[in-house]
């Protein structure tokens, strides 16, 4: 699908509708979304080492974000592979470096004419890995930029009200009884 991403119908809501397709229409339409399950399971026995702290590390702040629903699990799985993948191989383009070198040879003498360098496969391996990690970071709101297009409604409550009405600035008032 081309284009920009569509935007949530709670964050349409609370954005005013931008839209203008009519307040009540979004509250039918956001009432009619279904509603994942509360809740990850635990992690996965096949996720070891780094991908495993990765799933731990990721529940933990998508349960504080109250972001975490059950069939995100496998989106979540994927990034903590490809997170450990990541990690993995830029572990192996430090010792090893960027470019490898390949050795020309011929066929007959098995001497080696020339030499040819190129990148190292763990290159291309860790930039698709990162932006798949990216890109699952971003869907679930986990980038500084995501974060702030999240629209989580907040519950008021009085003490919000009162504390909202003594912070903001005074009005200045214009004495009623002088003569311009």
């Known amino acids: 699908m081309k284009g920009r991403k569509r935007k949530p119908t709670a964050q349409q ?35 070891t080492g780094r991908a495993r702290e990765a799933w731990k590390f990721w529940v933990e702040e998508l349960e504080a974000m109250d972001l975490d629903r059950r069939p995100d699990a496998m989106m979540l799985e994927g990034a903590c592979v490809n997170f450990a993948r990541a990690v993995e191989a830029d572990l192996m383009l430090q010792i090893e470096g960027l470019v490898t070198i390949q050795d020309i040879v011929t066929n007959s003498a098995g001497e080696v004419i020339c030499i040819k360098k190129k990148s190292h496969p763990a290159v291309a391996i860790s930039s698709k890995a990162w932006s798949l990690v990216r890109s699952f970071c971003s869907e679930f709101g986990l980038t500084p930029v995501s974060r702030t297009r999240l629209a989580i409604g907040k519950n008021a409550t009085a003490e919000d009200d009162l504390a909202k009405l003594l912070t903001q600035p005074r009005e200045k ?5 002088t003569v311009h």
């Open 13 to 47: 809501i609370a954005e005013g509708d931008p839209g203008k397709r009519g307040v009540h229409k979004l509250d039918e339409k956001l009432a009619s979304e279904p509603a994942a399950t509360k809740g990850l399971p635990a992690c996965p026995r096949r996720l």
């Open 173 to 177: 008032s214009i004495p009623k009884n």
